[in-house]
């Protein structure tokens, strides 16, 4: 299946102004995780928050709706949420913890669910897996390089940056959009072997290709990521349409993973007739 297994898909738009005004896109996964800290589904999240450095995350454990919208919006580098899993239910008490990640990040959740070494008793602390589309992200020295001396911003002056058809755009004192063949160089390396635009492993997928401008395309994955999803419509979190209602829709998304699939297993394969050492089982 073109974007991994799924039970449903929806577009998806919160409708809470909190939300939307310093939300990416739909505002899905910041709406999800204050409906289900609401309602006792989980008791904590782990989110890409803000550090004293403009626009260089790091992992906050949120607790409350306050934090959990602090930390809305994507960040174009990595912020290590996984390491903050032991944490987050060792030192902080989580019993239902939401941990939302990039695909490589989910995928390190499932693997700490099957192979729990170092982390035992940690894992089943997790309720809900929140992944999100990724193309590519950059290391922080590439991302500032992309904004001061390609955009001609300064960081701090950035007060959102986003990545879409076909250019990276940031919002500033003025707005600024380049070609995104202009970021490929900042790329982090693992971004070439990687296979996973669209979270395959999460119980819950979301991000911005294949809906409309403020619009977010959204997987339930699993029986657990599908029922949340279903109880949050149902409650009027979010404004829905079927996929099918939709432009461009799925089949953008469908053409995009395969790319990024193909560009993947092209470098894998160029990485092993230089004898460089590729890691099993990373192409799926």
């Known amino acids: 299946m073109a974007f991994g297994k799924y039970k449903e898909v929806y577009a998806l738009k919160a409708k809470d102004n909190a939300v939307t005004g310093v939300a990416q896109d739909g505002g899905v996964v910041t709406a999800l995780l204050c409906y289900a800290l609401d309602q006792g589904i989980i008791d904590g999240a782990i989110v890409a928050g803000n550090s004293e450095t ?3 995350p790091k992992p ?16 174009y580098t990595i912020s290590p949420n996984v390491a903050a899993v032991k944490d987050a239910v060792r030192e902080m008490g989580c019993d239902k913890l939401a941990v939302v990640g990039t695909p490589c990040q989910i995928y390190a959740i499932q693997k700490m669910r099957l192979y729990p070494f170092g982390a035992r008793h940690v894992p089943d602390k997790i309720a809900m897996t929140i992944g999100i589309f990724c193309t590519e992200n950059f290391t922080y020295q590439g991302l500032k390089t992309i904004i001061e001396d390609h955009c001609k911003v300064p960081i701090e002056s950035v007060k959102k940056m986003e990545i879409g058809k076909g ?7 003025k707005d600024v959009a380049i070609p995104i063949k202009e970021t490929h160089k900042y790329e982090q390396p693992g971004d070439h072997v990687c296979t996973d635009l ?10 911005s290709i294949g809906t409309p401008d403020g619009w977010s ?5 699993t029986t657990r990521g599908t029922e949340l999803l279903k ?8 404004e829905s349409k079927a996929m099918a209602d939709v432009q461009p ?8 993973e395969a790319a990024k699939k193909d560009k993947a297993k092209k470098h894998v394969e ?9 890691t099993p089982g990373i192409i799926y």
């Open 54 to 56: 403009p626009w260089l």
């Open 60 to 75: 906050v454990v949120a607790t409350t709706k306050e934090e959990i919208i602090a930390a809305a919006g994507t960040k």
């Open 167 to 173: 250019k990276f755009s940031i919002k500033a004192d």
């Open 198 to 207: 669209t979270a395959e492993f999460a119980d819950i997928a979301t991000g």
């Open 217 to 221: 395309t959204t997987f339930g994955r």
């Open 231 to 238: 109880k949050a419509i149902a409650a009027g979190v979010f």
């Open 249 to 256: 829709g799925l089949p953008l998304l469908e053409k995009l």
């Open 270 to 278: 160029e990485m092993k007739s230089l004898g460089l050492f590729v």
